[in-house]
Nanobody, 112 residues
Framework: QVQLVESGGGLAQAGESLTLSCAAV?????MGWYRQAPGSQRDLVAT???????IYGDSVKGRFTISRGNATNTIYLQIKNLKPEDTGVYYCYGDHFGFRNWGQGTQVRVSS
């Protein structure tokens, strides 16, 4: 298991922006984010591959942007125009030699 550490979650108001960060101890081929809303399954938010290509979940297209930092073992998730339905635990993952590693999750709560 390779450690990933998320940060940037918290309480925000609808309409505000938030940026989540995820740092891995090694460079990973693909990294991304999933979100788990209360009482729901974990759903894909966004992924970014080693060649910087990205995929977004249908529910977040247009407001979420995933990117890699200069240190390629760090990714960011910028969320604009937050909505109450963005509330949930955001989990970072990273693929390393065919194994998917997960962070501990960071909570985002959006009030209306």
């Amino acid at each position: 298991q390779v450690q990933l550490v998320e940060s940037g979650g918290g309480l925000a108001q609808a309409g505000e922006s938030l940026t989540l960060s995820c740092a891995a101890v090694v460079v990973m081929s693909e990294m991304g984010w999933y979100r788990q809303a209360p009482g729901s399954q974990r759903d894909l938010v966004a992924t970014i591959s080693g060649d910087e290509s990205t995929i977004y979940g249908d529910s977040v297209k247009g407001r979420f942007t995933i990117s890699r930092g200069n240190a390629t073992n760090t990714i960011y998730l910028q969320i604009k125009n937050l909505k109450p339905e963005d509330t949930g635990v955001y989990y970072c993952y990273g693929d390393h030699f065919g194994f998917r590693n997960w962070g501990q999750g960071t909570q985002v709560r959006v009030s209306s």
